[in-house]
Structures are given as structure tokens and as C-alpha cells.
């Protein structure tokens, strides 16, 4: 038995849906407009009280008109406090706003001398805002019933009569008018219309998010893509504080809201944010700002895109990075274990034949010793390099961590000095304090060796646009071309004892950092070694880590 047809519900039928969309504003200029529109009608119905107090003699007719003024003060208090609270009005109040508007203009005119009352011209003025408002079909249809408004006064008999022609021709020119003012602002309303839908249909398909934020830091508008990154329906995110929207995971300051105090711009500035639903998503996120033509920021464009899928295959590369470099250095760490492990065997046969002279027992004991110590560096650089700890990033101080390197290797070897330079004030990096101070110390245990305990080293911060450098700069022999290529190669030295694994480790705490080390040769002599971090935001809060590295010990790795 074939079942029933089911009946489409009445409210979505077509001839409903149309009428949903007549009845609907199409507006879409800034919200200030509409507020100044609300002062400027409040202030015509004032004005318009008055005149009509010494225009209308008939005191029932006064007071029709003092009760329509005052329902059209009401709705226009009412459009003035929704505007104000959700920077939007809903199409029953603009509606009626706008019938109110006619009626009171229609009752004002019709009062004080119909067709040649001095009020006529808010006519005109009411089809503009109904176009303006409503949109072109709908300032036609005021236009329709003002020149039919006009017609009914025409044909009133109480008025001063003239002839034919004249009658005829002011109140054509009057309709022509009334049309003319409905098809000019409803027309510019439906281009303007237009244009914005093509442009937010064009944002609609794109793959990155778009946010537009006003300079009060509240959400303008907002594309399909960014509310779907930070899972916000639209309506919800317009609005709202950007900093509510866009929440970043480690407690920091919003970086819009940086953008918005400092004036400044971002270029792909990576930021982990919270979701809605306690996710985390990875955005590299750019800024824009627009200025009117006084110089006035305008709006902020917030662009960004999801790279929290890129971050997991960014990581999932780094580590198979990691494991063919512990398989490319499997073969050295053999090498590197077989030629201790050698000597201490056959310093401990010679020891286990006993009857030795003491003098040849001791050193055989030192050489045991000291292969033994060789090689628990090379386990432990190994290790200190294959391992991928957490990282706990936190607001850390380059120079606070220089200045500690100054004291630390001047009282290490009496003959350096390190010099401390930050320009351009203080500068903090989003960085692992604890890894921060390893690099840091191989950095300059490194350049110590070259110089062998004794000149000058220099550590330089300068702060970059989105980063901080830090330049190691040393005084020893320098760097030749054709090794600075190989000097970050695990187990790559050029020292009698070294391991090879201390620059080797800098190397990957600065990738895993998001940063970059460069090695070169200064023209004057010596090496510099140049490292860039990303920059924290003012307002990122430090961790516990800070405190407990600068009491610890320091962390040595032999390079």
C-alpha cells in the first residue's frame, strides 16, 4: 500500500518564504549610520511637534497628532536601545519604525493644509529611508502609497480649488518625485547589497578564516571558514570580544588585542587556541589594519589558517627525521663506543696478569678512567639528542640567561670575558626555560674551547620582527667554509677528546623550538654562531621552570 504523500509545513511553502524575504531589511551599512538616522528622526519629530503646534488650529486634530508623535518616540527610543545593545535591529521593529514614520508624516501633512502643507517634503523623505532601509521593492511600495496618499488629499474639497492643469501637473511632478527618490536609494542599496554578497561569497570558499574587528576589539563579521576553525556559529561570534573568541592555550594576551594596542601588525604568527568544546587548534594567524581617511582605525582584518593538522605531520616528519639521524648514527656511536671500549679491555688484561710495577698499574688504571669518562659522554650526548622531551614553554629572558653565562664561565676560566649586549630594551622568547639554558651553555662552552679559556665573547639580542637573534660571537680561529656545513653533524668534531654533539644538540632544541641556528665565520676573526627564537607576547606568563633552572646546576654537553 503506497503511504501518503507527507504535506510540506504551511510556513515552508514558497509564497511564505518569499514574503519572508520582502518583509526582511536588507541594510547592511556600518551600525553608527542607523544610530544617527534614530537622533536625526527624533529630532525631525520634535521639530515637526512644534510646527504642527501653531499650524493646527483644531485641538482634537492637535491631539491625534501629539499621540501618534508620542508612539513614534516610543518605537524610536525602542530601535535606538535594540540598536545600541546588539549593534543589529530585527525586521518587525525596523518595520514598524518605518509605518510609524509614514503615519506620522501622513497625519502631519493632512493636518496642516494637505497637498500645500509645508510638510510635504517628508514624503520624500521617508520613501529614502525605506530604501535606504528596506531595499527597492519596498520603497516602491512607500512610494505607491504616499503618491496614493497624495491623490486622496488632492481630491479634498475643503482645499483652495485650482485649475486642471495645474492641479494635475504639481501633483504628477510630486509622484515623479516620490519614484524617482524610491528607485535612487533603493537602487544604491541593491548594488551596495550585491557587492557585499559577492564579497561574502567569495570569503565563504576560502579555505582560511577571516575576522573582521572593530577598534573597540568586538567582532564585526566573521566567514564561514573561521567559524567553523574555532567551532562559533556566527551569530554568537559577531559581536563578542575577540579575545573570547580567539583564546590562546598557554593564558597569554590575545594576539589581536596586542595587534589592536601596539598598532602593530602579525605575519603568520603561530598561536595555539582553545575551542569551544576544550579542543586545541594550532592558526597561523596575520593582521591588517585599515584606516578611514582621517587616519582613524576603521577595522582590523584578523586573518589565519588551521595548521593543526600541518603541526602533526610537521612533528611526525621531525621525528622520522630523528630516527634516521639515530640510524645514520648508529654506525658512528659504534665507532665512537668501539675505541674505549678497546683500550679498557686491554688495560684490563695487562691489569688482570698482575706482578705489575706500580707506576704501570696506575696508568693503566688512568687510561681505564678516562675511556671510561670519554664514554659516558658519548652515551650521554647520544642520548641527550635522541630524546624528545615535553616541551614546557614559558616567557624566558635572553639576557637574564646571558648574564648568568657571564658569571658562570668568567669564574670558570679567569682569562674570558663575556660581554652582554640587548638593544631596544628588554626582549623575552616562548621557549623551554631548561633547554634555553642547555643551549646556551654549549654555545659557550664552545666558543671557551676555541679560545682555549682565555678572550672575549660576546652575546648580542636584538629583537627581530615576529623573533629575537642571539649572536654568539667568539674570538678563536674561526670557522673554514668548507666545515661550517658539517659542524652541526652529530658526532662531527674537530677536538682531540670531543664527542661531537653539543652543537649537534643546540641544533635541535632550536628546531623543536620553531627557531633557526646559522654558524659563520667573522671577518675579523673568530666564529659566530646566530640563534633565532620566536618572540613571546607581553603578557605571556612564565612558568615555575624559570626559578628552578636558574638554582640548578649547570648542564654541560662536550661539543
Known amino acids: 500500500m503506497r503511504g501518503r504523500r507527507r504535506r510540506k509545513p504551511l510556513w515552508d511553502s514558497p509564497l511564505l518564504l518569499r514574503a519572508g524575504r520582502f518583509l526582511r531589511p536588507v541594510y547592511d551599512g556600518p551600525p553608527s549610520w542607523l544610530w544617527f538616522a534614530g537622533l536625526g528622526r527624533a ?75 509645508v510638510f510635504v517634503f517628508l514624503l520624500l523623505v521617508v520613501v529614502l529611508e525605506a530604501g535606504v532601509l528596506l531595499g527597492l521593492a519596498q520603497g516602491f511600495l512607500f512610494s505607491v502609497g504616499a503618491a496614493a496618499f497624495l491623490l486622496w488629499m488632492s481630491l479634498d474639497s475643503t482645499l483652495p480649488q485650482k485649475s486642471a492643469v495645474e492641479h494635475w501637473y504639481n501633483l504628477s511632478l510630486q509622484w515623479v518625485a516620490l519614484f524617482c527618490a524610491a528607485f535612487i536609494s533603493g537602487y544604491w542599496n541593491l548594488r551596495i547589497s550585491r557587492m557585499k ?55 597569554s594576551e590575545c594576539p589581536v588585542v596586542t595587534a589592536l594596542r601596539e598598532g602593530r601588525d602579525f605575519l603568520s604568527y603561530e598561536c595555539a587556541v582553545r575551542t569551544p568544546k576544550g579542543g586545541v587548534r594550532l592558526l597561523g594567524l596575520s593582521t591588517n589594519h585599515l584606516y578611514d581617511a582621517r587616519g582613524r582605525l576603521e577595522t582590523l582584518i584578523v586573518s589565519f589558517t588551521d595548521l593543526t593538522e600541518m603541526d602533526r605531520i610537521r612533528k611526525e616528519m621531525m621525528r622520522q627525521a630523528r630516527m634516521a639521524y639515530i640510524g645514520e648514527m648508529a654506525a658512528e656511536l659504534a665507532h665512537e663506543i668501539r675505541n674505549p671500549v678497546t683500550s679498557i679491555r686491554g688495560a684490563m688484561e695487562e691489569l688482570g696478569r698482575g706482578n705489575l710495577p706500580p707506576q704501570t698499574a696506575e696508568r693503566l688504571t688512568a687510561i681505564t678512567l678516562r675511556e671510561s669518562d670519554h664514554l659516558e659522554k658519548v652515551v650521554a650526548g647520544f642520548l641527550d639528542f635522541a630524546r624528545n622531551p615535553e616541551l614546557r614553554r614559558a616567557a624566558v629572558s635572553p639576557a637574564a640567561l646571558a648574564g648568568e653565562m657571564r658569571d658562570l664561565f668568567e669564574k670558570r676560566h679567569p682569562g674570558l670575558r663575556v660581554e652582554v649586549r640587548a638593544e631596544s630594551g628588554e626582549q ?132
Open 428 to 559: 623575552e622568547i616562548h621557549a623551554d626555560p631548561t633547554q634555553m639554558r642547555q643551549l646556551f651553555i654549549n654555545l659557550c662552552q664552545n666558543a671557551a674551547d676555541a679560545m682555549k679559556g682565555e678572550g672575549r665573547l660576546d652575546i648580542v639580542i636584538q629583537p627581530r620582527e615576529n623573533s629575537v637573534e642571539i649572536r654568539f660571537e667568539d674570538c678563536g680561529p674561526g670557522i673554514p667554509p668548507d666545515k661550517v656545513a658539517r659542524i652541526f653533524e652529530p658526532f662531527y668534531t674537530e677536538k682531540e677528546r670531543g664527542v661531537g654533539m653539543g652543537l649537534a644538540v643546540c641544533s635541535r632544541i632550536a628546531t623543536v623550538h620553531d627557531g633557526t641556528i646559522q654558524a659563520a665565520t667573522r671577518p675579523g676573526g673568530g666564529a659566530a654562531f646566530v640563534v633565532r627564537l620566536p618572540r613571546a607576547l607581553p603578557g605571556a606568563p612564565e612558568g615555575d621552570e624559570t626559578g628552578r633552572t636558574a638554582a640548578s646546576g649547570p648542564e654541560e654537553t662536550q661539543a
Open 197 to 251: 554578497q559577492f564579497q561574502r561569497e567569495i570569503l565563504d570558499n576560502m579555505n582560511g578564516g577571516f575576522l573582521l574587528v572593530g577598534r573597540n576589539g568586538a567582532v564585526e563579521g566573521a566567514n564561514r571558514a573561521a567559524c567553523g576553525i574555532l567551532g562559533i556559529d556566527e551569530a554568537r561570534l559577531r559581536g563578542r570580544p575577540v579575545d573570547t573568541a580567539l583564546v590562546p592555550e598557554d593564558g
Open 43 to 117: 529630532a525631525a519629530i520634535l521639530l515637526i511637534a512644534g510646527g504642527a503646534h501653531t499650524l493646527v488650529r483644531d485641538d482634537l486634530a492637535y491631539n491625534i497628532l501629539i499621540g501618534i508623535y508620542l508612539a513614534a518616540a516610543v518605537c524610536g527610543v525602542s530601535y535606538l536601545y535594540s540598536l545600541r545593545a546588539t549593534s543589529h535591529v530585527t525586521p518587525g521593529l525596523t518595520w514598524t519604525q518605518m509605518l510609524l514614520d509614514f503615519s506620522v508624516v501622513a497625519a502631519t501633512v493632512s493636518f496642516t493644509g494637505g497637498q500645500e502643507s
